[in-house]
């Protein structure tokens, strides 16, 4: 997977720099998504509210995987719109990907990804977590990225695009 390109978002009032001068490199933001131990999803209600949930996950193969109730309303959301965005959890040097969410039912894919949160979190995931009936496995493929390094966030604003 080639890496996305990066360029400077448009961030008025903020004094970000002009220019390619201090643009993070994707592993910097790879690196955090695959640290952070928390994440935040947003989705959308059916009728337009924002929806903003804690949830466990790990980046892998190029997506930010996570697991949820079929029934949950991250879920169900997620069914009507598929756009939503994830966030690491540290504000002061975030990562926030814009991407869509695909519902997973390969289970080799399913196995694989139980297998990486199960190390991750310290948890073994049991037999329903396999259950299409019961549980989703999502997989974030991101359209853009945004970071910011704590160091300098004038200079570090970053936005990354990815290939369709």
Same mark, same amino acid.
């Not at 049991?126 to 019961?134: N, Q, S, T």
């Given at each position: 997977?080639?890496?996305?390109?990066?360029? $400077?978002?448009?961030?008025?009032?903020?004094?970000?720099l002009?220019?390619?001068?201090?643009?993070l490199?994707?592993?910097?933001?790879?690196?955090? &998504?695959?640290?952070?131990? =928390?994440?935040?999803?947003?989705?959308s209600?059916?009728?337009?509210?924002?929806?903003?949930?804690?949830?466990?996950?790990?980046?892998?193969?190029?997506? &930010?995987?996570?697991s949820? =109730?079929?029934?949950? $309303?991250?879920?169900? /959301?997620?069914?009507?719109?598929p756009?939503?965005?994830?966030?690491t959890?540290?504000?002061?040097?975030?990562?926030?990907?814009?991407?869509?969410?695909?519902?997973?039912?390969?289970?080799?894919?399913?196995?694989?990804?139980?297998? &990486?949160?199960?190390?991750k979190y310290?948890v073994?995931?049991?037999?329903?977590?396999?259950?299409?009936?019961? /549980?989703? #496995?999502i997989?974030?493929v991101?359209? $853009?990225?945004?970071? &910011?390094?704590?160091?300098?966030?004038?200079?570090?604003?970053?936005?990354? #695009?990815?290939?369709?």
């Amino acid at each position: 997977m080639r890496d996305p390109r990066a360029d $400077r978002p448009h961030m008025p009032g903020y004094g970000v720099l002009a220019g390619d001068d201090g643009l993070l490199e994707w592993s910097w933001a790879r690196q955090h &998504l695959i640290a952070s131990r =928390g994440y935040w999803l947003a989705t959308s209600w059916p009728d337009g509210r924002p929806h903003v949930m804690a949830v466990w996950a790990v980046w892998d193969a190029g997506a &930010l995987w996570f697991s949820t =109730g079929l029934r949950s $309303r991250k879920a169900r /959301n997620l069914l009507a719109d598929p756009r939503c965005v994830v966030t690491t959890e540290d504000a002061s040097s975030p990562v926030v990907v814009e991407g869509v969410a695909r519902f997973e039912h390969d289970s080799a894919a399913i196995v694989r990804v139980a297998g &990486l949160l199960g190390e991750k979190y310290d948890v073994e995931l049991g037999p329903e977590f396999h259950d299409a009936a019961v /549980n989703a #496995t999502i997989r974030v493929v991101p359209q $853009r990225a945004f970071g &910011l390094a704590d160091e300098d966030l004038v200079a570090s604003a970053t936005r990354w #695009t990815f290939d369709a």
